[in-house]
């Protein structure tokens, strides 16, 4: 598997203010990752689809001028939550694409997630 | 648009006691993954199942990939407190690296 790290682990700032989110892939040249977000006890939402050296792709409703998404090398995409208003609070996680030598398996490992507090 | 059906959402048991978690979808999928997910930690990767009908033991976790590739289910035998924690699987291989989540079943295994 890929040995992903995420950066911070928690984070509180206030309203207005942007946050930065790193993505770093340790093992394992990533040309995609995914960035997600999560409430509590909930599943994970897709937020965009990162690629190295071209723009990130969003999902439907995600506004892409709010969380601006770079992957400028391999091992590193980062997600900025521009203007943060309390309702961007939640659990933010990247994962990588790590798909097998067959093709056909679609496996993803994940960063330890990212706790944004907007207060 | 694909979607994954995980039941149920919810789960608390008993030390010792069995359970299964299904997931279950109209689409076929050419993979299917199972991910324990800790409060605060990211999911990791417990499974990928790849052939219909294929059957995965882990320890006292089995899981099983339906014949038509479309549903998955995870069995836990004699589960323990340690087994506490949100259950996801998801779907790939359908689109490009993407994979659809079901909607996670969250279990409490109480001593």
């Known amino acids: 598997g890929a040995v992903v790290s995420q950066h911070p682990s928690w984070v509180i700032c206030k309203s207005g203010t942007s946050v930065k989110i790193e993505c770093r892939s340790l093992d394992f040249q990533a040309t995609t990752m995914f960035w997600y977000r999560q409430f509590p006890k909930q599943s994970l939402m897709l937020m965009a689809t990162s690629n190295e050296g071209s723009k990130a792709t969003y999902e439907q409703g995600v506004e892409k001028d709010k969380f601006l998404i770079n992957h400028a090398s391999l091992t590193l995409s980062t997600l900025t939550v521009t203007s943060a208003h309390p309702e961007d609070s939640s659990f933010y996680i990247c994962?990588?694409?790590?798909?097998?030598?067959?093709?056909?398996?679609?496996?993803?490992?994940f960063g330890q997630g990212t706790r944004l507090t907007v207060v | 648009t694909q979607l994954l059906e995980q039941s149920p959402q919810f789960l608390s048991i008993q030390e010792g006691e069995n359970l299964t978690v299904y997931c279950n979808s109209s689409s076929v999928f050419s993979s299917l993954q199972w991910y324990r997910q800790e409060p605060g930690e990211g999911p990791v990767l417990l499974v990928t199942v790849v052939t219909g009908g294929e059957v995965k033991k882990l320890k006292r976790l089995t899981f099983q990939f339906g014949d038509a590739r479309k549903d998955s289910s995870l069995h836990i035998t004699a589960a323990q407190p340690g087994d506490t924690g949100l259950y996801l699987c998801a779907g790939g291989g359908n689109q490009g690296g993407k994979l659809i989540f079901g909607q996670g079943t969250e279990l409490s295994v109480k001593p």
């Open positions: 994962s990588v694409d790590y798909s097998t030598s067959k093709g056909h398996n679609t496996e993803a490992f």
